[in-house]
């Protein structure tokens, strides 16, 4: 089945050590999105890609960065992450269409020690 | 994009159905409703969308009030896998801006009980 891939569904990083997670994608759908959604709160989106034109929230903090290398992949990277960084990882696509509904990944729910 | 407002948390018996009500009473005229529902350490998934007529697809019915200030979700036969937490989103259905964003609220967790 086409679908949303996100590896690894659980990380663990130590404070201030750099981490990646990866988000791959079956539905050639040409946005894809990160999102953070802390313990008991609603997803926030992060930025997102329109093919290779990246996207930033204005409140994003420049600790993450995205890298997509095709339309099939997509990464997230935290620089430096600290303890408040600790959160799940949401990777979506949509197709460019008006009001296109999002998939959505299982998330990576990374830990920072 | 307009707020909405859900209640925190709602009870609903297996096999009966669930009616999950959302409040948007600043919602413009190109604004959709659209439906959300993330179930515990999954991702959320997309249930279902609207603009002023009522709509029904494999998973549920939405039914939008004529002024469109309010609308209910509804699952016809709620099981135990339809316990999740819904979000209601009001989103503009055009390309461009912002347009693409899902902002999501506190959303509704619905637990389906035996």
């Known amino acids: 089945d086409a679908m949303v891939i996100q590896n690894p569904r659980y990380q663990v990083t130590q404070f201030g050590k750099p981490v990646t997670l990866s988000c791959s994608q079956t539905l050639n759908h040409n946005v894809m999105y990160w999102y953070q959604q802390k313990s008991s709160q609603a997803p926030k989106l992060l930025f997102h890609?329109?093919?290779?034109?990246?996207?930033n929230e204005a409140d994003t903090p420049d600790n993450f960065q995205s890298r997509r290398p095709n339309t099939s992949f997509c990464f997230l990277d935290i620089r430096s992450p600290g303890l408040g960084d600790a959160a799940m990882y949401l990777c979506a696509t949509s197709r460019w269409t008006a009001g296109a509904e999002q998939y959505f990944g299982p998330g990576t729910r990374l830990t920072v020690t | 994009d307009a707020k909405t407002t859900q209640p925190t948390s709602m009870d609903c018996a297996e096999g009966r159905a669930a009616n999950l009500p959302c409040n948007h009473s600043?919602?413009?005229?190109?604004?959709?409703v659209y439906w959300y529902r993330q179930i515990h350490s999954q991702g959320p998934q997309y249930i279902i969308h609207?603009?002023?007529n009522n709509e029904t697809n494999e998973m549920a019915s939405l039914i939008i009030t004529e002024d469109r200030k309010s609308s209910t979700l509804i699952l016809p036969h709620a099981t135990l896998r339809d316990t999740a937490v819904y979000y209601c989103?009001?989103?503009?259905?055009?390309?461009?801006?912002?347009?693409?964003?899902?902002?999501f609220g506190k959303g509704t967790l619905l637990t389906v009980n035996p």
């Open positions: 989103i009001v989103r503009v259905a055009e390309s461009g801006g912002s347009n693409y964003k899902l902002t």
């Open positions: 890609y329109y093919d290779k034109d990246f996207n």
């Open positions: 609207g603009l002023k």
């Open positions: 600043t919602i413009s005229g190109n604004e959709y």
